[in-house]
T-cell receptor, first 117, second 111 residues
Framework: SAVISQKPSRDICQRGTSLTIQCQVD?????MFWYRQQPGQSLTLIAT?????????ESGFVIDKFPISRPNLTFSTLTVSNMSPEDSSIYLC??????????????FGPGTRLTVT | QKEVEQNSGPLSVPEGAIASLNCTYS??????FFWYRQYSGKSPELIMF????GDKEDGRFTAQLNKASQYVSLLIRDSQPSDSATYLC???????????FGKGTHLIIQP
């Protein structure tokens, strides 16, 4: 499976600021996704990062709050904007090679632990 | 709205026994089913996937799928203390979809 890295691994930020999280894959992948895992909770899909077009957001998540870029097939960024303490979570990117035969396994990066004070 | 239900546990199983983890899902259009293991402070690790009715075995792990009952399970044979973790059930529709996760089952293997 692909090797996925995320930067930063963790950060402590002040409310009202923004943080951009990077996700880098060591091989080209078709699909990249961003998830959030709030403390003690399971994972929630934020959006699908589409290469060359706007991201597709899930219900409850909006582009102004979580802008996403995907300039190529190995890299994506997620920005958490105008942060509040409720944004304190682990943010994870995942990748999936949809060119392979199904069922399109998804693999996760190590995550970015964000604390907003 | 897609929902995936799991018993949060904790599920306590003696070492060497079989651990049985269960999951139900609401969307009948779901096509692919995954089990992830997550250790505390770590990201989820894919351990099994299944998309056809029946059983799929990989080492000590067996995934079982019953689409008619909208039910997925994971059996862990010869449970080891290192299997102690949270097990997340995840479901996807057809094609390259994002995943819908259950809340996870906390499994404890007692030495």
């Amino acid at each position: 499976s692909a090797v996925i890295s995320q930067k930063p691994s963790r950060d402590i930020c002040q409310r009202g600021t923004s943080l951009t999280i990077q996700c880098q894959v060591d091989s080209q992948v078709t699909m990249m996704f961003w998830y959030r895992q709030q403390p003690g909770q399971s994972l929630t899909l934020i959006a699908t990062a589409n290469q060359g077009s706007e991201a597709t957001y899930e219900s409850g998540f909006v582009i102004d709050k979580f802008p996403i870029s995907r300039p190529n097939l190995t890299f994506s960024t997620l920005t958490v904007s105008n942060m509040s303490p409720e944004d304190s979570s682990i943010y994870l990117c995942s990748v999936e090679d949809a060119s392979a035969q199904g069922p399109y396994e998804q693999y996760f990066g190590p995550g970015t632990r964000l604390t907003v004070t | 709205q897609k929902e995936v239900e799991q018993n949060s546990g904790p599920l306590s199983v003696p070492e060497g026994a079989i651990a049985s983890l269960n999951c139900t899902y609401s969307d009948r259009g779901s096509q692919s089913f995954f089990w992830y293991r997550q250790y505390s402070g770590k990201s989820p690790e894919l351990i099994m996937f299944i998309y056809s009715n029946g059983d799929k075995e990989d080492g000590r792990f067996t995934a079982q799928l019953n689409k008619a009952s909208q039910y997925v399970s994971l059996l862990i044979r010869d449970s080891q203390p290192s299997d102690s973790a949270t097990y997340l059930c995840a479901v996807a529709g057809g094609g390259a979809d994002g995943l819908t996760f259950g809340k996870g089952t906390h499994l404890i293997i007692q030495p």
